[in-house]
Nanobody, 115 residues
Framework: QVQLVESGGGLVQPGGSLRLSCAAS????????MAWYRQAPGKQRELVAI???????NYGDSVKGRFTISRGNAKNTVSLQMNTLKPEDTAVYYC?????????RGQGTQVTVSS
């Protein structure tokens, strides 16, 4: 069974930074892509960033230039560096991994940007 565990969320002031991490454990063969989505109260879930097995990255328009997704040195890990955070970045952030056409999702980690 595949399990994804996110970490690194918390409370930060506007303009601050946070780094989210996600580690996948279990029976994982090839990974197609790893991604971060987020969902704020009353809003639809939106793509934050994605990185494919070939290293291609893409970002949601609202985070371009501020967030960076990267694969960790440890196998099956992915991180999201978030800089210049804004109150509108407040949301639950979910890690997703697609492996062999199966999409796995973590439990989510809360990020709150507030003064």
């Amino acid at each position: 069974q595949v399990q994804l565990v996110e970490s690194g969320g918390g409370l930060v002031q506007p303009g601050g930074s946070l780094r989210l991490s996600c580690a996948a454990s279990g029976s994982i063969s090839s990974i197609n892509f790893m991604a971060w989505y987020r969902q704020a109260p009353g809003k639809q879930r939106e793509l934050v960033a994605i990185i494919t097995s070939s290293g291609y990255t893409n970002y949601g328009d609202s985070v371009k230039g501020r967030f960076t997704i990267s694969r960790g040195n440890a196998k099956n890990t992915v991180s999201l560096q978030m800089n210049t955070l804004k109150p509108e970045d407040t949301a639950v952030y979910y890690c997703h991994i697609q492996s062999d056409s199966i999409l796995f999702r973590g439990q989510g980690t809360q990020v709150t940007v507030s003064s």
